[in-house]
C-alpha cells in the first residue's frame, strides 16, 4: 500500500487566516493518525499579491500549533525544491509534453480581445467559455511570454469526493484554462497537479470552493495519464451570521493576532479541528493526541461551520485550567510570560505565581491577566462611587459604610496567622458580629481593597496582598468615605 501523503500548499499573499490553518489541520491528522507524511509547499506563483515574510509567518504559525511537516521549506526533503517559484523547469518541461500530444497551444490572443468575448456572452447570457472562441489555426509550440493553454476535450466527469459523495458534472463547465501564464508562471490549476503528482501526495484536501474546478483537473490528470488522488472538499467556515463564507469584514483576525492576545496553541488547535467535524460523541475538549487516535475523513461535515468566537473564549478557559490542575501552576505561568501588567514586572516570580494560583480560573484569555490583575501590583485609585452604586451596598448610607468598614478592620487586624483558612474563619465570625449578608460585608471589603469590576475568593485575595497591604487600603478608604 502506498504510504498515505497529504500536502498544505498555502500561498504567501499575507495573514494566515484560520480558515487557512484549518486546511493544514486535516492533512496533518490523516498524515499522523496513519504513520504517513505531510508536506509543507509553498504556492508562491502568483508574484503580484506575493507578501514578503509570509512565508516565516506560515512556518511560525505551523510550529505554534505544533504541526510538524515532513517535506518542505526548512526540514528539507528528497521531493524539493518546495517553493513553486523554483520549479518552473519542472512546470515547462511538463506543459512541453501537452504541447507535443497537442493537448495544450500557446495562445497569443490579446487580453482585450478575450475581455470582448466575455461581453459578447454577457449580453447572450450565456456562459464564457474560451474553447468556443479559441484561434482555429492553434500555435503548438512552447514560446516564452505567451501564455499556454490546455486543449480542452469536454465530457461529462464523474468523481468521489470524500466527504461530498459521487459528483458528476457535464462539458459545460469544463474549458481551455491557462496553464503556464505570459510570466512564465504556472497557473494554480495546473502546477498543484504536477506538484501533486511528483510529491507523491495520496489526499488532496481543499476547501469545497475548488469543487466547481475539479472537472477541469479531472481532465488534466486524464491528459497526463495520472491517477487521481484522494480528493477531500472541506466545507466553509462560515462568518458568525452564518449565511457567508468568513472573511476579515466579519472580525476574523490572524492566527498570530489570537495567539497575541493570549489564546493557547492546544485550545486553537482544538476549536479549529471541531470546525466542521464531530466525531459523534458530546465530547468538545480534545488533545492533539486525541484528535490524531479519532479523526476520519467521514466524520467530515458536508455544511458550512459557523465561526464563533465566543466558543473559541470558553474553549481556551477550559485550556487554561486544564493545563494548571494537570501541569501545574509552573506550567501555566510559562506561558504567561509578556501577558501581565507592565507594573508586576515589579514583583518577584514567587509573587506572580500565587496571584495566577487564585485568578487562573477565571481566565478566558492569557491577555486577561493585565485588566484583571493590576490591583495586585499597584494600590488602585479610590472610586467611592463604585462602592456607593454597587447593589449590594446601594441602600447602606456612607456612615454605614464606613462602621462597617471600620469593624472589619479591627477584627481582620487581630489575625495573627494571615492564611486563607484563618481569614475565611475571621470573616465568617464577621457576618454573625454584623448581622450582614454575604454579598453585603464581602463586597464592600472587596472593592475596598481592589476596585475591580470582580476578584477571585476574599479570602485567597487577602491572602496573596498580604496583611498590610489589605489593612493600608480597607484604612484608605474608610478616611475617605
Known amino acids: 500500500m502506498k504510504t498515505i501523503t497529504t500536502r498544505f500548499a498555502p500561498s504567501p499573499t499575507g495573514y494566515i487566516h484560520?480558515?487557512?490553518v484549518r486546511s493544514a489541520i486535516y492533512p496533518y491528522l490523516l498524515a499522523r493518525q496513519n504513520n504517513g507524511r505531510m508536506i509543507l509547499r509553498i504556492e508562491d506563483t502568483d508574484r503580484e499579491r506575493y507578501v514578503e515574510g509570509a512565508t516565516e509567518l506560515i512556518e511560525d504559525t505551523l510550529k505554534w500549533l505544533g504541526l510538524d511537516w515532513d517535506e518542505g521549506p526548512i526540514?528539507?526533503?528528497k521531493n524539493g525544491p518546495y517553493f513553486q517559484s523554483e520549479r518552473l523547469d519542472i512546470y515547462h518541461t511538463w506543459v512541453k509534453k501537452l504541447i507535443k500530444e497537442g493537448r495544450a497551444y500557446a495562445d497569443s490572443t490579446p487580453p482585450d480581445k478575450i475581455d470582448?468575448?466575455?461581453?459578447?456572452?454577457?449580453?447572450?447570457?450565456?456562459p464564457f467559455l474560451y474553447r468556443n472562441f479559441r484561434p482555429k489555426n492553434l500555435d503548438f509550440e512552447f514560446k516564452e511570454g505567451v501564455p499556454i493553454r490546455f486543449l480542452s476535450n469536454p465530457k461529462e466527469r464523474k468523481w468521489t469526493d470524500a466527504v461530498m459523495g459521487e459528483m458528476t458534472a457535464g462539458p459545460e463547465v469544463q474549458d481551455d484554462i491557462i496553464l503556464i501564464k505570459k510570466?512564465?508562471?504556472?497557473?494554480?490549476n495546473f502546477a498543484h497537479i504536477v506538484d501533486d503528482a511528483l510529491m507523491g501526495v495520496t489526499h488532496v484536501m481543499r476547501g469545497v470552493e475548488y469543487l466547481s474546478s475539479t472537472p477541469n483537473y479531472l481532465a488534466l490528470y486524464e491528459a497526463f495519464g495520472l491517477e487521481v488522488p484522494v480528493l477531500v472538499s472541506l466545507p466553509h467556515i462560515l462568518a458568525p451570521t452564518g449565511n457567508k463564507k468568513l472573511g476579515k469584514r466579519d472580525g476574523a483576525k490572524s492566527v498570530?493576532?489570537?495567539?497575541?492576545?493570549?489564546?493557547?496553541?492546544e485550545a486553537m488547535l482544538n476549536y479549529l479541528a471541531c470546525l466542521g467535524w464531530n466525531d459523534g460523541t458530546e465530547q468538545e475538549i480534545y488533545t492533539k493526541t486525541e484528535l490524531i487516535e479519532r479523526?476520519?475523513?467521514?466524520?467530515?461535515?458536508t455544511s458550512g461551520a459557523r465561526y464563533d468566537e465566543t466558543k473559541l473564549l470558553w474553549m481556551n478557559g477550559q485550556w487554561i485550567r486544564r493545563i494548571f490542575d494537570k501541569d501545574g501552576a509552573r506550567a501555566l505561568y510559562d506561558r504567561t510570560i509578556g501577558f501581565w501588567p507592565e507594573v508586576a514586572e515589579k514583583q518577584t516570580e514567587e509573587y506572580r505565581l500565587k496571584v495566577l494560583s487564585i485568578i487562573y480560573d477565571r481566565l478566558k484569555t492569557l491577555g486577561d491577566l493585565r485588566g484583571m490583575t493590576e490591583y495586585f501590583f499597584k494600590d488602585p485609585e479610590?472610586?467611592?462611587?463604585?462602592l456607593k452604586n454597587n447593589k449590594f451596598l446601594k441602600k447602606m448610607s456612607e456612615a454605614e459604610l464606613e462602621d462597617l468598614l471600620k469593624t472589619a478592620i479591627r477584627t481582620l487586624d487581630d489575625i495573627k496567622d494571615w492564611n486563607p483558612d484563618n481569614l475565611q474563619e475571621v470573616l465568617n465570625q464577621l457576618l454573625t458580629e454584623t448581622n450582614k449578608k454575604p454579598a453585603e460585608l464581602f463586597s464592600l471589603i472587596r472593592i475596598a481593597i481592589s476596585f475591580a469590576?470582580?476578584?477571585?475568593?476574599?479570602?485567597?485575595?487577602?491572602?496573596?496582598?498580604?496583611?498590610?497591604?489589605?489593612?493600608a487600603r480597607l484604612n484608605a478608604v474608610a478616611r475617605s468615605i
Open 75 to 77: 526540514v528539507g526533503g
Open 382 to 386: 479610590i472610586d467611592l462611587e463604585m
Open 183 to 188: 510570466d512564465g508562471y504556472p497557473t494554480y
Open 453 to 471: 469590576p470582580f476578584s477571585p475568593a476574599l479570602n485567597l485575595t487577602l491572602d496573596v496582598l498580604g496583611k498590610d497591604t489589605s489593612l
Open 116 to 126: 470582448e468575448y466575455r461581453q459578447q456572452c454577457n449580453k447572450q447570457k450565456v
Open 295 to 301: 479523526f476520519s475523513l467521514d466524520k467530515i461535515q
Open 256 to 265: 498570530t493576532e489570537y495567539r497575541d492576545d493570549g489564546i493557547l496553541a
Open 18 to 20: 484560520i480558515g487557512n
